[in-house]
């Protein structure tokens, strides 16, 4: 047990920006390991954009309250997957080869592809999480969170890492089936919720879009680079995210 909360501490350090000591944790067993936590992080990570939301909700209008929550989450993560996004888009976008694009994923100044499809991100999730009522919003954050970390997961497992290091170094030898066992509870465990409060047909629209989002990115950034790194997990992450507000949106 105690081997298992290390995992899930090392998954919420690697995903968010909370002050989390790690030092007596951290092995590199244990961090190869700690993506089967990561759908639950998300899962925490969208319950606590609820909580804001619903209170912004009570004393500002239903779009301020949308942009705080998205903010919460931006904090949270220090804009972690936004920045994956965006240096894919740069990357892929500029690069005529492999090597370039990889060489301009690595830079850190933020490009026109990039600066474009970080705007279209933030304004999709925002604008889909608006045409939405507010009861279906508390319960498409926490879902979205949750399904599209799960969706990066899937990518580290039917995927090869490109790089020689960076961030998805630790998982470069893909997952074990006790992970994707993890993950795949935990997703159920976040749709079962879910289907309290959504019909069933919403939620199946929702995931039908986040499939279709999740292979959409992965044909855009596979074929040059062979595989992935730790930005193209971000790139799934944010395309998955929005997939699912996109989803219950066509639905509704």
């Given amino acids: 047990m105690i081997g298992e909360f290390a995992k899930f501490v090392l998954a919420a350090?690697?995903?968010?920006?909370?002050?989390?000591?790690?030092?007596?944790?951290?092995?590199?067993?244990?961090?190869?390991?700690?993506?089967?936590?990561?759908?639950?992080?998300?899962?925490l990570i969208g319950?606590?954009?609820?909580?804001?939301?619903?209170?912004?909700?009570?004393?500002?209008?239903?779009?301020?309250?949308?942009?705080?929550?998205?903010?919460?989450?931006?904090?949270?993560?220090?804009?972690f997957h936004e920045d994956g996004l965006a240096d894919t888009f740069d990357g892929i976008g500029g690069g005529p080869n492999k090597a370039r694009a990889l060489e301009i994923m690595k830079d850190s100044r933020l490009g026109t592809y990039g600066a474009a499809a970080l705007f279209m991100a933030l304004a999709l999730k925002a604008g889909a999480l608006f045409a939405l009522p507010p009861v279906w919003v508390c319960t498409a954050l926490p879902l979205a969170h949750c399904?599209?970390?799960?969706?990066?997961v899937l990518v580290i497992a039917t995927s090869r890492y490109?790089?020689?290091?960076?961030?998805?170094?630790?998982?470069a030898k893909g997952i074990s089936a006790v992970t994707?066992?993890?993950?795949?509870?935990?997703?159920?465990?976040?749709?079962?919720?879910?289907?309290?409060?959504?019909?069933?047909?919403?939620?199946?629209?929702?995931?039908?879009?986040?499939?279709?989002?999740?292979?959409?990115?992965?044909?855009?950034?596979?074929?040059?680079?062979g595989g992935y790194t730790g930005d193209t997990l971000g790139a799934v992450?944010?395309?998955?995210?929005?997939?699912i507000y996109l989803g219950l949106l066509a639905w509704l």
């Fill in 13 to 43: 350090q690697f995903l968010t920006r909370l002050p989390l000591r790690t030092d007596r944790l951290f092995t590199p067993e244990r961090m190869a390991e700690a993506p089967r936590y990561f759908a639950l992080v998300g899962l």
């Fill in 47 to 79: 319950l606590v954009c609820t909580g804001i939301y619903w209170l912004a909700a009570l004393v500002l209008p239903h779009l301020m309250a949308i942009l705080i929550a998205m903010g919460t989450s931006l904090l949270l993560t220090g804009a």
């Fill in 147 to 152: 399904l599209s970390r799960g969706s990066a």
């Fill in 162 to 171: 490109v790089r020689d290091e960076g961030t998805g170094k630790p998982v």
């Fill in 180 to 225: 994707l066992v993890v993950t795949c509870l935990t997703l159920s465990g976040a749709v079962a919720i879910c289907l309290l409060v959504l019909p069933f047909v919403a939620v199946v629209s929702s995931f039908v879009a986040m499939c279709l989002m999740h292979v959409a990115m992965r044909a855009f950034f596979e074929p040059k680079l």
């Fill in 237 to 243: 992450q944010q395309a998955s995210e929005i997939g």
